[in-house]
Structures are given as C-alpha cells and as structure tokens.
C-alpha cells in the first residue's frame, strides 16, 4: 500500500456520530429535509448521464436514418478505442443500446401485456444482412435478441420461469450466439464482443467451466473498465455460476491481474455488485481487503460520479436495518463497510448524484440485460435517500443556528442563513432526454 493510501486508510477510521438504526420507508420531498440546515449542492443531470445520454441518442439517430453503416463504423472506433463515460459505461454499448432502442419499446412488455412482442427484430435482422460484415451492427442485433429473451425470461430462478418462456429465451440467446460466432474478439480486439459472449453465458445449460475463463479474457481486453469486474462477481454468486468462495478467490486474482491500474480495487469492484444483490455474501467478505480497495477506487478515480457510487453502497446498502436478519459474520462485515461512509462523505463526497443513489437502491433487481426505469419520482427518492443518509451521518452537528456546507473543497459549518426551498442545482436538465443505463 502507498503512502497516501495508509494515510486514508486512517481518515477512514475516524470515528461516527451514532444513529438510529433502521432505514426509513416513507421518503419525504428532499425539499423538506435539513431545511436551511444542510447545503449540498445536487446535480440534476450529472456529466455521466449527460454522456450516457448523448451516445444513446447518437445510436437512435444513426438508426431512424438508416445510416447503419455510419453506425457501425461509429461504433467499433468506440471498441477499438476503449471509449467509456465518467461513470465506465462503454461508449459502444451505448451506441449499440440507442441503435436498438425502437425494436425494444416493441420487445419489452407495456401496461396489460403478459409477454413481448418482439416483431422489432425483423427489422434488425434486415439490417444485419445488408452490413454482414460489419461487427458493430451484428453486435447491435445480438444484443437486441439478448434483451429479448431476458424480456421472456425475466429476473427469477429458472425454476420459477413456465417452460414456453424459457423455452423463448433460449431461443433469443442461441439467435445471439449464432451471430456473434462470426466475429472473434481477440482477433478484433474487440472488448464489445468479448462483452456480449460473457452476457450469453446465461442461456448455456452448464456454463461453470467457462465463466472464469471467458471474463478473464474480456476483462484481459479491457482492464481499465470496472464494470467487466462488477459483472464477474455477480455471475459468481450461487443464484447464477459460482459460489461465494469461487467469487472470494476470483476477486483476488482479479485483483492481482489489474493492480498495475486499480492497485487493490479489482478486488472490491468483483464483490461490489455481488454484495449489493447478496448480502449473504458479506459472511465471505475479506473486509480490510474490500476497504483498501475503496481507498485506491478513490485514488484512481477522484470524479464524482465514483464518489457518490461508493458514498451510496456504504451509507445506503450497508446500513444498519437495510437487509435484516443477516448472520453474525455477514452483519459484522456489514457493519464495517457502513462505518467507510463517513470517510467517503468527508473527504470524497462534494455533490449529490440523486440517479446513482437511485440505482443503488434498485439494487440491480432488473436482471442483467434490461435497464431499470428512470424517471422523476426516481430522481426524488434517490435524492431523498442521500439526504436522509448524510443527515444520519452528521447526527446533532447541525443544529437551529449551525448549517452544514458540502462542497469540493470538503465540509463545513456555518451559521445558518434562510434556506432556499430547493437545494443548489450545479446543472439543468435536458429537456427531451432519457439516459440509458
């Protein structure tokens, strides 16, 4: 560990103001929290939705114009170059997610339907025919038949899912399959590709044996992308291909294989979306392991969008009363990671991202090929929930007379002033614009 990551690690045991157990269920306007009493500025559209926004968009028009072939040259520059947002989304994906966007509003179930209506993809098809030869279309329609078949299956256990439906996602992922055969990531240096052969590892009746393999290549591509890691600790877990001590060992190697980039944060990055959908898991958690890979996330990326990710999982997921009845080894590690969160609020946290609190909240409920819904009153709760929890966190500091002042360049306290009836906004709103995920 350097020394700049020993120094941090002892900021991270200053210690906690107590608080009240349990996680509040009725989440007010956050207008209404801390009035006057807390100044945070909070950032409606933060530069990582406005990016993911932007790219989703770009991919849409490319589509409705029928310029697949400016698509699919767009695209595979974004592959070849290992282009990603603030917050590591791949740039491809996101073209590949805006080009494919119209067949899914057909693809996926509205108000009163039972099933999908996946007529879309006969379009896209077309399309695949026309430009055979190019990756970044198939790797569109591949992954246009992947969403298809999770909109079939859904987020259960197999067990739980009739037969015709799992039947139809096995069809959508075998179509998939076919597809991507014709394309060899290595030989493309292709991370995109790589990507999409590790989301179809879900539709293979025994896929234990290449799990491990096939993220190691992907992540071999594409070291510097923690989502690839956040992806292989989740299908580590039992409910998918592994098991908690294959992703405990699978964290470690990861960690060894990337240190040259993250130091230790491969290891947290592989438990980190294990942990938020598992909290069992916690009972195999190398804690001090997972928090000096907090200490060098921080250290790698200093933006706030990794702030308030961290910020979210330790003060939101992790807190006393937010999964109950965990054994006595997972609640003690539970309790531990909480305790970061006052050290990330202190010397991390400058702005509020309500979406990624949202996010963390959903806790990945959607399954792994479908994006969870976004909209206003998804805003709110997130916002509502960071507020609660960085007011939990500074207990009685502030008071009728005394207000706390988040902002880069740390906390403060202030006397308190008549407070606005909205918290400070550092970016408006584009009109019209939906963020992918």
């Not at 003060?315 to 009363?321: S, T, V």
Request: charged share 25%; proline share 7%.
């Amino acid at each position: 560990m350097t020394s700049l990551g020993r120094e941090i690690r002892r900021a991270r045991k200053v210690g906690r103001k107590p608080q009240a157990p349990g996680t509040p269920q009725d989440l007010p306007d956050p207008r209404d929290l801390l009035e006057g009493r807390l100044v945070i500025p909070v950032a409606e559209v933060n530069a990582e939705e406005h990016e993911r926004a932007s790219h989703h968009e770009r991919g849409l028009y490319l589509a409705r114009q029928d310029r697949w072939d400016e698509l699919g040259e767009a695209l595979r520059r974004a592959d070849q170059a290992r282009m990603m947002t603030s917050g590591g989304m791949a740039v491809a994906d996101l073209l590949a997610y805006g080009a494919r966007a119209d067949a899914m509003a057909t693809i996926l179930p509205g108000d009163g339907q039972t099933a999908p209506a996946t007529g879309g993809l006969a379009q896209l098809e077309e399309e695949l025919e026309e430009n055979a030869g190019d990756y970044g279309v198939a790797l569109t329609v591949a992954l246009a038949h992947v969403d298809a078949g999770w909109a079939w299956r859904g987020p259960g256990w197999t067990h739980d899912i009739p037969a015709e439906k799992f039947a139809r996602f096995r069809a959508h992922f075998d179509r998939a399959g076919e597809i991507l055969d014709r394309f060899d990531p290595f030989e493309l240096n292709s991370a995109a590709l790589a990507s999409a052969r590790c989301a179809l590892l879900a539709g293979i009746d025994d896929p234990r044996d290449r799990v491990a393999d096939d993220f190691e290549d992907l992540i071999d591509l594409d070291p510097a992308n923690p989502r690839h890691m956040r992806s292989l600790g989740y299908h580590m877990l039992p409910r998918w291909f592994g098991s908690y001590e294959t992703l405990e060992a699978q964290a470690c190697h990861t960690a060894r294989r990337t240190a040259d980039i993250w130091g230790e944060g491969g290891y947290a990055w592989t438990w980190f979306d294990a942990l938020a959908i598992d909290p069992q898991a916690l009972a195999q958690l190398d804690v001090e392991h997972f928090l000096d890979g907090m200490t060098d996330i921080l250290i790698t990326r200093s933006d706030q969008y990794t702030a308030n990710l961290l910020a979210a999982f330790t003060g939101a997921l992790m807190a006393a009363g937010a999964t109950p009845d965990l054994p006595p080894a997972a609640e003690g590690a539970r309790a531990k990671l909480h305790e970061a969160f006052g050290w990330v609020l202190r010397h991390h946290l400058g702005e509020v991202h309500p979406l990624v609190w949202a996010d963390a909240m959903n806790r990945f409920r959607t399954g792994p090929g479908l994006a969870p819904p976004r909209s206003g009153a998804t805003e709110r709760s997130g916002h509502a929930r960071a507020l609660q929890t960085i007011a939990r966190e500074f207990g009685t500091e502030a008071g009728p007379d005394r207000a706390l002042s988040v902002s880069p360049r740390g906390i403060g306290i202030e006397p308190a002033a008549p407070a606005p009836r909205r918290p400070v906004r550092v970016m408006r709103p584009r009109r019209g614009t939906q963020a992918a995920h």
